[in-house]
């Protein structure tokens, strides 16, 4: 299963489940705008402010539950959908410094990721990281080069006429990237373990097991 992310939907698999971003941090961003102003009224290092800068803290705190609860859930959604799990191999700290950082870090990309590959070790799925280049620029069915712009949210490609959401195909892509690297790395265990089997290879014995001697043992003294 390819797994592609982003603002527009948080997630989008390769078999076409989309889920909406839950932004938490914005949806009580009044409150804790709220709660700050008046935690910035009270006299530093009196009681009224450390009972108000704990309740700033509970805030904070409780957004991060929530959304730490979220990314568990649907990290494990993915674990009952698939064996496979691929997702794109990006540095989301240099995407949170641009405009769309306060998005970006309440969406905490990089902490799902990091509890998707954490779950699927627990449960003992495979988890793997792919090429993030030009997924959203090619065609998952024909793989021709279809250009879109940001506005674009429905892949039409002209070469084979397959149509589909932006997200899904960016998701199919990356199914597809991750398949074929398994592929390869099977196709070179394969040639290795087929390498006894071929004729003129011998069989070399480790140094731990004991090697038979060459002629006769000799008889031993009476």
Known sequence: MGVDIGLEKFLATSDGVL???PQFFKTLQGKLKSLQRRLSRKQKRSK????QRLKVARLHHKIDNRRKDFHFKQAHALCD???????ED??????????FGKHLLDAAFGQFRTIVKYVCW???KFFAEVDARG???KCPECGGEVKKDLSVRIHDCPHCGYKTDRDVADGQNIRNRGIKLMSTVGQTGMETACADELPGVGLTLPRQVSQPRKGKTRKPKK
Not at 48 to 51: A, D, G, P, S
Not at 81 to 87: I, K, P, Q, W
Not at 92 to 97: E, F, G, Q
């Open 48 to 51: 009224n402010y450390e009972k």
């Open 122 to 124: 627990k449960r003992g």
């Open 135 to 137: 997924t959203s620029q």
């Open 81 to 87: 959908a698939g064996d496979l799990v691929f997702m």
């Open 19 to 21: 889920v909406k971003p």
């Open 90 to 99: 990006l540095d989301y700290r240099v995407s949170a410094k641009g405009m």
